[in-house]
């Protein structure tokens, strides 16, 4: 992704005009979720930015110049009920020191959390009642990603049975989309990884829980990929646009 994240954050790479992390935001205000805290690092300014300028690039308004100087904006945008708190986490933070340093804007409440550059039509509805159903402190979604080659079948004697493209791997890997209790933050530090060590103790003290997601999933991490998601929102087909 250098091509874009040379002048840019990932989650600031657009997909249909709009950058990635405003399709994230849309499918989870879309399920209720309209706070949001968004841990930035590497060029946050863009993200900063891009918040303190929205309703400006949103809406149409008027602007008296002068000593009196002020801002009408007229009309209303649909994410007008949107609460975002930006928080500069570091340029070098790991993801879990991230999470750690947002504490204050989610300490003592259950949230939701994920990664900036993945998009998915996962039903965060039926996730979260996944999580209370199971009384945890963390669940993590997962889904058993496709290949990325063709897959032959070959017998004993070497001769060539079957072709499959692109199948679907056995195992499942974590896709972000977690939900966690405020006990979380006994598992994380402020330069931790998120997916070594507190996952790993979590799941030594029978506190992680996975939600399998058999629906869309595809994360942005090189060229074609981006590709990939602006030619499915632009032929009107992108699986995560539930709103």
Not at 76 to 94: I, L, N, P, Q, R
Not at 155 to 184: A, C, H, M, S
Request: hydrophobic fraction near 35%; include cysteine.
């Amino acid at each position: 992704m250098r091509e874009e994240t040379e002048y840019r954050p990932k989650p600031m790479v657009e997909i249909g005009g709009r950058p990635v992390i405003w399709h994230i935001m849309k499918g989870l205000a879309h399920a209720g979720v309209d706070e949001f805290v968004v841990a930035t690092g590497y060029k946050g300014d863009m993200v900063k930015d891009y918040f303190l300028n929205y309703e400006g690039r949103n809406n149409d308004f008027t602007v008296t110049l002068g000593a009196t100087h002020g801002i009408e904006f007229h009309g209303a945008h649909e994410e007008s009920t949107w609460k975002v708190t930006v928080s500069y986490t570091g340029e070098t933070t790991m993801t879990g020191g991230r999470v750690f340093r947002v504490r204050p804007y989610v300490e003592g409440q259950r949230f939701m959390c994920t990664y900036g550059d993945g998009l998915a039509n996962v039903d965060l509805s039926r996730l979260l009642s996944f999580h209370e159903e199971h009384g945890r402190i963390a669940t993590v979604t997962t889904v058993q990603p496709m290949s990325r080659f063709g897959v032959m079948e070959v017998g004993e004697d070497g001769l060539v049975t079957r072709f499959r493209e692109k199948p679907r791997v056995e195992g499942w890997i974590n896709v972000g989309f977690f939900v966690f209790e405020p006990e979380i933050f006994g598992y994380l530090s402020e330069d931790c990884v998120l997916e070594e060590q507190p996952l790993a103790r979590l799941a030594e003290d029978g506190q992680l829980v996975a939600y399998r997601h058999h629906g869309f999933w595809q994360p942005m991490d090189t060229y074609r990929e981006w590709q990939l998601l602006n030619g499915l929102w632009e032929a009107g087909e992108a699986p995560w646009k539930t709103w």
